[in-house]
């Protein structure tokens, strides 16, 4: 298969701590994306790393890539309640995306 | 105005029965996807269509036979369903064919009874 794999599965955390996702890919990529998915509802990107990059930032999000190893982290800090959903990464290859198997976050007041 | 709308948002269905599910987007953009999400949240992509045309089938069942009359809509159409058919289907858009920021629908609960 060439489904990607993300650690930790599911992550609990208290309100403004800081929730690290890792994920680990099997394809070449042109970039790896980050998707948010509520429960019940569609999946929404969050940020795209290109291949060539190693670290981007937007506001409380902060994603990592290593294509040497295949594997990126996406890290929230300051977490809130709010943040509470499905995190899926997706590596962008030869004419698709291919969505890892997802953190499950949830963050306790 | 929703961007990427499907419809129905539910549909429980008996085993055997022909269904469709219809998607549609309004970003103007060339590529669209449907993607099946498993009771374990693992989502696999089945299509994707670049200005109308097949793209990619991922060993899907030929059962599954989508639809794209235009490049703002690609239905689903599937034959002869089955228990293992349950799941919740996802359609998608993005700009261009696997290079940028997908924009998914809210998915059909798809339940064979």
């Known amino acids: 298969s060439q489904q990607g794999e993300e650690d930790p599965q599911a992550l609990s955390i208290q309100e403004g701590e800081n929730a690290t996702m890792n994920c680990s890919y099997k394809?070449?990529?042109?970039?790896l994306q980050w998707y948010r998915q509520n429960s019940g509802r569609g999946l929404v990107h969050l940020i795209l790393i290109r291949s060539n990059e190693r670290e981007k930032h937007s506001g409380r999000l902060r994603v990592t890539l290593d294509t040497s190893k295949k594997s990126s982290s996406l890290l929230i800090t300051a977490s809130r309640a709010a943040d509470t959903a499905s995190y899926f990464c997706?590596?962008?290859?030869?004419?698709?995306?291919?969505f890892g198997t997802g953190t499950r976050l949830l963050v306790s007041p | 105005d929703t961007a990427v709308s499907q419809t129905p948002k539910y549909l429980v269905t008996q085993m055997g029965n022909d269904k469709s599910i219809k998607c549609e987007q309004n970003?103007?953009?060339?590529?669209m996807y449907w993607y099946k999400q498993d009771s374990k949240k693992f989502l696999k992509i089945m299509f994707s269509?670049?200005?109308?045309?097949?793209?990619i089938n991922e060993t899907v069942p030929n059962r599954f036979s989508p639809k794209s009359p235009d490049k703002a809509h690609l239905n689903l159409h599937i034959n002869s369903l089955e228990l293992g058919d349950s799941a919740v289907y996802f359609c998608a858009s993005s700009q261009v064919i696997g290079g940028t920021e997908a924009f998914f629908g809210q998915g059909t609960r798809l339940t064979v009874v």
């Open positions: 997706a590596a962008t290859g030869f004419q698709k995306l291919v």
């Open positions: 970003l103007g953009h060339d590529t």
């Open positions: 394809t070449s990529i042109n970039n």
């Open positions: 269509y670049n200005n109308k045309e097949l793209i």
